[in-house]
């Protein structure tokens, strides 16, 4: 057990170290949403320019990460037994999975991870459901977990921080206790709707005032205990490495993404000013329009609206040097082709199709969009990998939540079940199918490809078993199917002709 000296030390070390990852996530995220700043633009073009393109985004950021996670898709998780691996997905993995909604949840969290480098689960018992316990993925902002020093997996500790309009609050997860914390919190104005961070809101923002003390929740002691005897959060990292921190997906994209941006702005301020000829008129002042008194003497002069010659389309030159001469249009393709050259990095880099980010496709065979989107699948693949391993400890902190020890060591073995991230047709799944089940790959591992969960193979087999079961009863209809009714086939049982021309062969049919 922990003292409250030791909690308060944990929760402060883990506080600074979520502080000092805001930035980095908050600019991963407004980049996401298509929140940009113009830069690399010159300081005249800023000046006259800068503001024209304040909310003006060709956002290639939520491409790249879409891109990924709409490939990532949990099917259950294979248990790993004493005597070796069961056929099909766990069951009661699955069925807490879907009582907690995480089909929708878990789409969101791979968007978070890929974009601001991780997320966390958290999963902690249900008051109204003893047999179901809860399991939330949390915002990266909110969430940290500390781990034991020369170790990236042993979990020393976990900190939720979240605040409303008056108080900070913090949950301190410990192996054997949980301490609940809260702090007032005050709020600071915004200048020009940025805060000293650089994040664009509106308003004020809360900031966490100090202070730290115990939280009283009725009905709870504080701390309470941790009955899983484990710290109850698990990270799910993004593009880890050894000895640094997981990276946003779009971390290298940023750059080019502000330099398409700029390309762009260029452009729509030449369409403006230079995608039309222009004509000039050399040689000749201003002309001017003589101001008159009341006796009709001229005064003095003032220039002439050309704005109206412009609208009228009329011109008079009355000095016979005058010249007229036209700048040729700019050719704004000069832009469009660098533009696309930059998504093309970005497409390099990232691995991610070409079609996906240009948009041109033409008469692609099977074969070649397959190979365009290899490096894709490869790098969804590699992500499998990462989020495997923390979705595995997740489900063997539910079965410790549930107080099974048992399946929570079969869990902590077990083989997390992903959807195949490669695109291929009806036909050509079936087809691998068939010629998988002629090497005698079993119903189950078929289904499993085919992409069924654990419910619909379940379902099917049932279905198999049964029809087998007729079928060694003598119902043949259990394996070529039900007579066919004579009625279906326009023949009423009478004996009269149904109508119609005669077979082939008949005697009226010659």
């Not at 902690?124 to 902002?141: I, K, M, Q």
């Not at 109206?308 to 008079?316: E, F, L, P, S, T």
């Not at 595995?392 to 099974?404: N, S």
Request: hydrophobic share 40%; glycine share 8%.
């Amino acid at each position: 057990m922990a003292t409250s000296p030791e909690a308060l030390s944990l929760l402060d070390q883990l506080s600074r170290e979520l502080d000092r990852r805001q930035a980095e996530q908050t600019r991963a995220e407004g980049y996401y949403d298509g929140e940009h700043n113009l830069l690399f633009a010159s300081p005249q073009f800023q000046q006259y320019f800068g503001g024209l393109f304040t909310y003006f985004a060709d956002n290639w950021c939520q491409v790249v990460v879409d891109s990924v996670a709409e490939r990532l898709t949990v099917r259950g998780i294979r248990l790993s037994t004493g005597t070796g691996t069961d056929a099909i997905a766990d069951a009661e993995s699955r069925r807490v999975w879907q009582e907690n909604e995480l089909d929708a949840d878990s789409g969101l969290a791979w968007v978070d991870t890929l974009t601001a480098g991780r997320t966390h689960v958290l999963v902690w018992g249900n008051l109204d459901d003893d047999e179901t316990p809860e399991v939330t993925f949390e915002a990266p902002g909110e969430t940290i977990i500390g781990y034991e020093p020369g170790s990236r997996r042993r979990r020393r500790a976990a900190l939720k921080r979240w605040r409303d309009d008056n108080n900070e609050y913090a949950t301190l997860y410990l192996p054997d206790e949980v301490w609940k914390f809260s702090k007032p919190a005050f709020r600071v104005p915004v200048v020009n709707g940025r805060t000293e961070s650089g994040l664009v809101v509106t308003g004020a923002v809360t900031r966490a005032g100090e202070g730290w003390q115990l939280r009283e929740v009725p009905g709870e002691p504080n701390p309470q205990r941790n009955p899983m005897r484990v710290v109850p959060m698990v990270e799910l990292p993004n593009r880890s490495r050894l000895a640094k921190d997981p990276v946003s997906e779009i971390r290298n994209v940023i750059p080019l993404q502000d330099a398409v941006n700029l390309l762009w702005s260029h452009l729509l301020t030449a369409s403006d000013f230079a995608a039309f000829p222009q004509r000039v008129i050399m040689g000749m002042d201003v002309p001017r329009k003589p101001i008159l008194d009341e006796q009709g003497e001229i005064v003095g002069y003032e220039p002439v609206d050309l704005a109206k010659y412009a609208v009228d389309r009329v011109v008079w030159l009355e000095d016979p040097n005058a010249k007229i001469g036209e700048w040729s249009a700019a050719d704004l393709s000069n832009y469009t082709q660098v533009i696309e050259v930059a998504v093309g990095h970005i497409a390099a880099q990232t691995r991610t199709p070409q079609h996906y980010l240009i948009g041109k496709m033409a008469n692609m065979s099977a074969d070649a969009l397959k190979a365009a989107e290899t490096g894709l699948v490869s790098r969804v693949r590699e992500r499998q990998v990462y989020l495997g391993e923390a979705v595995r400890e997740m489900w063997r902190l539910v079965a410790l939540a549930q107080g099974d020890e048992a399946r929570a060591k079969a869990i902590k073995t077990g083989t997390v079940l992903w959807a195949d991230p490669e695109s291929r047709s009806e036909a050509e799944l079936v087809d691998s199918l068939v010629k998988l089940k002629g090497i005698g790959v079993p119903d189950e591992a078929l289904w499993e490809r085919y992409g069924a969960d654990v419910d619909e193979i379940t379902r099917w087999s049932k279905m198999r078993d049964q029809a087998a079961s007729r079928i060694l009863a003598g119902d043949l209809a259990g394996l070529v199917g039900p007579k066919p009714d004579p009625q279906d086939e326009g023949d009423q049982g009478d004996g009269q002709d149904p109508g119609g021309p005669p077979p082939p062969g008949s005697a009226q049919g010659g």
